[in-house]
């Protein structure tokens, strides 16, 4: 496995302040923003003078002549009161390239502990189409459980359906309305329910919200569906036969989105799963003290002194019996531990809900549910807007499906791609499978290049345009490439050992060895945005490249074909990123 460059730069220079008496955190390397005074920067011997009481500059004079000897470097220099420059000699750099190309990691994995992470996103429900908060959720929390299992963590997926609460019992009772004869009524029948769903998806798209309409106006209609989510989760064989037809019809439906964006998932759990072990869980947190009656309710204590904010208690039954989303996310968090004994589970769930899994974390720390060292991070995201700068809304007023944002994408991405002449060298199978492709690319890369935390307008003119940074250009950029290197191969051009003769080249070849500090970064802070950056430098550097170097026209057989394997790196790098954010390239376009 390969070593990421900074670290081995640092590494070295740390080693040289070590020898000079110096900590060797001072030897950090960074690389340069000034590439025309070096390819990198040492800032330390300013910190190390502090700390030592000595002249910065010398310092530095003498760290340099260190390094002059290890004959790595073809250039360093000393700028203002003690920075050092470095650049690597080429031989250095290409060496270092050609490692990293032979590593499928490109130096990440490199030195790091791998850890069971548990990732749960996605988060639907069930009767309700998804909507454009459950495309944040999918195209984050997706492009997360690539990038984990890249770096070597083994990664569980779970959905974690929305199939238990108050819901549930609305429409039940709506659905009894409607046809009050289904067996499922019938309290004295305990099975031999029909195999046949009664209702359709786009059916119970239709009652939730009636249900949930009558229950404003109808507080008897209120109570008997509170009654109806009790004796669900009691177990009453009629309704868990009906809820289990339209859970069963609900995962059915989300598939076909998971499966346009690309979403994965090793686990189609949801709150329901929690049930048998709820009792129990209650039971411990009773007797030993970490729960206790208020008002008629179950609750957990979760405010702490140093709060300056109020926190409500953590509710896990209500007077009637019935369990809540926090009680439900508790015991999955007590599932999960016993199941998989993790290292970090997170969730990729709007950042609205932050009070809720404040609550639910410190609830689970609280009573003993998550071993000690468990990370539990809420992994927030902001709104998606209109152009109105107001959350995204249709026409009407009424929420955005995810599915016809889907369906918006790619018809623009369609008339994106005629417009540039397309439909003239692809069939209608290929441009179909193009235009998707460019769709979802559009979406996921404006999705994903925004801080996680910030809103976003919705402007699909700007996200499928093939330049800048759009997804659809990074894609563009990764498919040139592709031709480029197909031509070479149909002219038998071979590539070779990697020469580095002009700074485009070694600018390109900075840029890969940036690799492992963008994978790392973006997996610290769950923030895919430094992915997104990553791309774009790279492919910003093979512009710059290709417009400043001759490939399959270079006359010198060597450079030609140093700078093939160049090209099928940098292919190979970009593509490589873009699949952690979800993003397939397609052979041509
Ligand atoms: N179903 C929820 C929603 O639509 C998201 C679930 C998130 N995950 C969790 N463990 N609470 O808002």
Redesign the pocket.
């Known amino acids: 496995m390969t070593i990421s460059l900074l670290n081995q730069l640092s590494e070295l220079v740390g080693q040289v302040f070590v020898k000079c008496d110096l900590d060797s955190k001072h030897g950090k390397v960074v690389l340069s923003q000034r590439r025309e005074l070096g390819q990198f920067q040492c800032n330390g011997a300013l910190a190390a003078a502090k700390i030592a009481k000595k002249n910065p500059r010398e310092i530095a004079e003498t760290i340099r002549a260190e390094l002059e000897a290890t004959s790595l470097f073809s250039e360093l220099s000393i700028a203002g009161p003690g920075f050092i420059n470095l650049t690597l000699t080429d031989d250095f750099l290409t060496g270092h390239i050609n490692d990293l190309s032979a590593d499928p990691s490109f130096g990440a994995q490199h030195g790091r502990k791998s850890e069971t992470v548990i990732l749960?996103f996605g988060?639907?429900?069930v009767a309700k189409a998804m909507h454009v908060?459950?495309l944040r959720?999918t195209i984050i929390g997706e492009s997360l459980r690539r990038l984990r299992v890249f770096l070597g963590d083994t990664v569980v997926s779970d959905v974690?359906?929305?199939d238990w609460g108050l819901p549930m019992g609305l429409l039940i009772k709506e659905i009894e309305r409607e046809q009050p004869d289904l067996p499922y009524f019938n309290e004295e029948m305990k099975d031999g329910f029909p195999e046949r769903s009664p209702v359709t998806v786009a059916q119970l798209q239709v009652l939730y919200p009636a249900a949930s309409a009558r229950m404003k106006e109808d507080p008897e209609f209120l109570e008997e569906a509170r009654k109806a989510t009790f004796e669900l989760q009691s177990g009453r064989p009629g309704y868990r036969a009906l809820w289990q037809h339209m859970l069963d019809i609900s995962i059915t439906e989300t598939k076909i989105d998971f499966d346009l964006l690309g979403a994965h998932f090793s686990e189609w759990k949801g709150e329901a799963d929690t049930n048998e072990h709820i009792p129990s869980m209650l039971q411990r947190l009773n007797a030993s003290g970490f729960s206790e009656k208020s008002e008629g309710a179950v609750v957990v204590h979760i405010a702490e002194e140093s709060d300056n904010k109020t926190m409500p208690p953590l509710i896990l039954q209500k007077s009637d019996g019935a369990v809540m989303?926090g009680t439900t996310?508790l015991a999955?968090i007590e599932i999960r531990q016993e199941t998989h004994k993790p290292d970090s589970i997170l969730?990729v769930?709007?950042a609205r809900?932050s009070l809720?899994f404040e609550q639910v974390f410190r609830a689970a720390r609280k009573c003993e549910s998550i071993g000690k060292n468990v990370h539990l991070e809420h992994v927030g995201f902001g709104t998606v807007n209109g152009k109105d700068g107001k959350p995204l809304k249709t026409r009407d007023g009424g929420v955005v499906r995810l599915r016809s944002l889907i369906d918006d994408a790619v018809r623009e991405a369609r008339k994106v791609v005629i417009e540039a002449g397309l439909e003239e060298r692809f069939d209608a199978a290929e441009l179909d499978d193009i235009a998707t492709k460019v769709g979802i690319a559009a979406i996921k890369f404006a999705d994903l290049s925004n801080q996680r935390m910030s809103n976003y307008v919705f402007d699909l003119e700007r996200f499928t345009k093939f330049e800048g940074r759009t997804g659809p250009y990074q894609m563009y950029a990764a498919v040139r490439i592709k031709s480029m290197l197909r031509k070479a191969k149909d002219q038998n051009l071979t590539e070779g050992a990697l020469i580095a003769s002009k700074d485009a080249e070694r600018n390109l070849m900075l840029a890969l060895a940036m690799l492992p500090e963008a994978a790392l970064g973006a997996a610290a802070k769950n923030t895919p945005n430094i992915l997104c950056d990553h791309v774009y430098t790279l492919t910003q550097e093979f512009n710059a490249f290709y417009h400043d170097c001759h490939v399959l026209g270079e006359e010198d057989e060597a450079i030609r074909a140093s700078r093939l394997k160049l090209c099928a790196i940098t292919l190979r790098q970009i593509e490589t990123v873009l699949e952690l954010l979800g993003i397939d390239v397609p052979e041509r376009m």
């Open positions: 749960d988060g639907p429900n908060g459950h959720a974690h359906f929305g989303y996310d999955t969730y769930v709007d809900q809720h």
